[in-house]
């Protein structure tokens, strides 16, 4: 399966509204597919970019959606606020509700991995009339995941969380190379497509000034501005889970169906956190028949 290539999406800066803190923001945006199609808003996952999703948007704008992919705020092309707070949850959902208004929609389908899929989660729990479907890949229902910080085996895969909260020297690896290429290939059951020039792209957006500390900010401003309970969610839902992912356990996905009124379940072994590029066939496959 190919990559997508830069001249089959249109880049944008898109005016996504004040968030919680009254900021105005702007997020770079790759899009694809037709004008009039469904809306399909992927939400890409720390240290990525819009690029993470380089095997998904394709298939799916060949398949009439409209697809959407942002840099999250702080990363790459989007603004990136300097403060920490900037980048607590509200801030985050509010950037996803702003973006679908600003687009001229008033419902999109998610699709989201990692701190994506956390944003995701709220966005369904808090902001429902705005999420038609919700896809989750490899991302922790928030509740679960607070229960299982609890017990010490994913306690021991989520030391990275408390180890960023350290001043300067997280950014400083953050933007080492060599640093991209463990978490990339070192994780990944499918290295071929972590090549070289997919890992300069990693580099060069992780070195963007200021990206570096914006990424990191999104840890830092967890621990710090917990967000509250999460309502039920009653959006259709389908978590993609690779099961050998080394930062978040199976544990996560036991007792997901009390919060979630209407989901299935996709577990695919061979795949890493990574799922999206370790497993292109099988997730477009399942997005495409979740989707319509």
Request: cysteine-free; glycine content about 8%.
């Amino acid at each position: 399966m190919h990559a997508i290539t830069d001249g089959e999406v249109e880049h944008r800066r898109v005016d996504v509204g004040p968030d919680a803190d009254g900021r105005r923001l702007h997020l770079h945006v790759a899009l694809a597919g037709p004008r009039d199609g469904t809306p399909v808003l992927l939400l890409h996952g720390f240290p990525e970019f819009w690029w993470s999703w380089r095997y998904q948007i394709r298939p799916l704008a060949d398949a009439g959606f409209r697809v959407i992919a942002p840099d999250l705020r702080g990363y790459a092309d989007s603004d990136r606020p300097p403060e920490i707070r900037a980048y607590r949850m509200e801030n985050l959902v509010a950037d996803v509700a702003g973006l679908v208004r600003a687009l001229g929609y008033a419902r999109a389908h998610l699709v989201a991995h990692d701190w994506g899929g956390a944003i995701a989660w709220h966005v369904a729990a808090t902001r429902p009339e705005v999420v038609d479907r919700l896809v989750i890949l490899n991302a922790p229902h928030p509740a679960i995941f607070r229960r299982e910080l609890g017990r010490l085996e994913q306690l021991k895969k989520s030391w990275y969380m408390f180890a960023f909260q350290l001043p300067g020297f997280p950014e400083i690896r953050l933007r080492e190379r060599e640093t991209l290429v463990r978490t990339f290939r070192g994780w990944s059951r499918r290295r071929e497509h972590f090549d070289d020039a997919t890992i300069d792209r990693y580099v060069e957006a992780v070195r963007v000034p200021g990206a570096a500390r914006a990424m990191i900010a999104y840890y830092r401003a967890a621990l710090r501005f917990l967000p509250g309970p999460v309502p039920r969610i009653d959006a259709n839902t389908l978590v993609i889970w690779g099961m050998d992912d080394r930062a978040l356990g199976p544990g996560l996905l036991v007792g997901l169906d009390a919060h979630v009124a209407r989901l299935r379940i996709a577990r695919i072994p061979d795949a890493s956190h990574w799922v999206a590029q370790d497993a292109p066939e099988q997730v477009n496959a399942l997005l495409l028949e979740f989707l319509r």
